[in-house]
């Protein structure tokens, strides 16, 4: 497959090399950073409500705090890039984005 040369074109590169079948249903984490601290209970709820599992973690030493959405699908870069998109629009408000994502594989 021919992916973009950004950094989810390059994780799926890898991910296909180590011989991961992308068109089999994974579950797909997404992990969701917040500024100045743990999530709002508001985003959380929010979050809640638009996504069948998710984990709240932390708050850390540090302060922060990071919530975990996990969705089964197949691995696409449409579907990665653009259920990053959503859940940082949703989060946004609420100083909330979401750059990061992975896969459980041996």
């Known amino acids: 497959m021919d992916w973009p ?3 989810d074109g390059e994780v799926l590169r890898r991910l296909e ?3 991961v079948d992308l068109a089999a249903v994974q579950e797909v984490t997404f992990d969701v950073d917040f500024d ?3 999530p709002d209970h ?3 709820l929010m979050l809640r409500k638009r996504f069948k ?3 709240v973690l932390g708050p850390f030493d540090d302060g922060s705090g990071c919530v975990v ?3 089964h699908s197949t691995l696409t870069y449409a579907f990665v890039t653009e259920t990053q998109r959503e859940i940082t629009a949703l989060m946004q408000s609420y100083g909330g984005h979401c750059e ?3 896969v459980w594989h041996s």
Do not use: R, Y
């Open 5 to 7: 040369n950004d950094t």
């Open 17 to 19: 090399a180590e011989g």
């Open 36 to 38: 100045g601290g743990p």
């Open 42 to 44: 508001e985003a959380v």
């Open 53 to 55: 599992t998710i984990e």
């Open 69 to 71: 959405v996990t969705i």
């Open 100 to 102: 990061s994502w992975g």
